[in-house]
Structures are given as structure tokens and as C-alpha cells.
């Protein structure tokens, strides 16, 4: 069974940092470009960030550069997002999804990916 488990969210308080985990099991994460989206309560899904199967290039939405990054383990069939400096404008529940094989430009459209995990919450406040 294909499946992607979402890890790491959590409480935090503003200027705060988390690490998201992604961990695949079922299929190798080394062949499917790995995004990461989040929806807020009361709000449509949005892109935050996405890593390339190819060339391990990355992407991110405006509102998280330079504070987000993205990587990934293959030999762990894990992808990261490494959350710095926490806003209250980013708790949402965040989801990862996985592209076979590539996704390039269109990282940011939802549904453009094949496979999806169930989300973990991340709430920034004092």
C-alpha cells in the first residue's frame, strides 16, 4: 500500500522553528518530486514548497523564502521542511504529496500530484 505519513507539527510560539517530516512507504520517494501544501481553517490549499526528483531543485512560495527549506533523505525515504521563524499567518494543517515522476513549474497546483499524506497541524501562537 502506497502510503505518505506526515510527521512534526505541533505548538510553537512565534519566531519559533519546526521540522516537518515526510516519510513514504509502500514506493520510492528517490523517483517522485515531493511537495509540501498547507490550508488554514477557512482557506483553500496553497503550495509552500516543493523538491524535484531529478536534479533535487527546489521551490518556494513567496511567503515562506528564507524561512522554509526543503530537502530530502533517500537512503530514508524521507522528505524534510524545516520551518525558522514561525508566523501566527503560518498554522494551517500541513500535507506533503508526491509527483511521479517530475513536476517542475506546476509544483504549486494541488492537483497535479498522485498521492497524498493525511496532514499534521502546526500552530503558531503565544
Known amino acids: 500500500q502506497l502510503q505518505l505519513v506526515e510527521s512534526g507539527g505541533g505548538l510553537v510560539q512565534p519566531g519559533g522553528s519546526l521540522r516537518l517530516s515526510c516519510a513514504a512507504s509502500?514506493?520510492?520517494?528517490?523517483?517522485?518530486?515531493i511537495g509540501w501544501f498547507r490550508q488554514a481553517q477557512g482557506k483553500e490549499r496553497e503550495g509552500v514548497s516543493c523538491?524535484?526528483?531529478?536534479?533535487?531543485?527546489?521551490y518556494y512560495a513567496d511567503s515562506v523564502k528564507g524561512r522554509f527549506t526543503i530537502s530530502r533523505d533517500n537512503a530514508k525515504n524521507t522528505v524534510y521542511l524545516q520551518m525558522n521563524s514561525l508566523k501566527p499567518e503560518d498554522t494551517a494543517v500541513y500535507y506533503c504529496?508526491?509527483?511521479?515522476?517530475?513536476?517542475?513549474?506546476?509544483?504549486?497546483?494541488?492537483?497535479?500530484?498522485?498521492?497524498w499524506g493525511q496532514g499534521t497541524q502546526v500552530t503558531v501562537s503565544s
Open positions: 509502500g514506493f520510492t520517494l528517490d523517483y517522485y518530486a
Open positions: 504529496a508526491a509527483s511521479y515522476p517530475e513536476i517542475g513549474s506546476s509544483w504549486s497546483r494541488f492537483y497535479e500530484y498522485d498521492y
Open positions: 523538491i524535484s526528483s531529478s536534479d533535487g531543485s527546489t
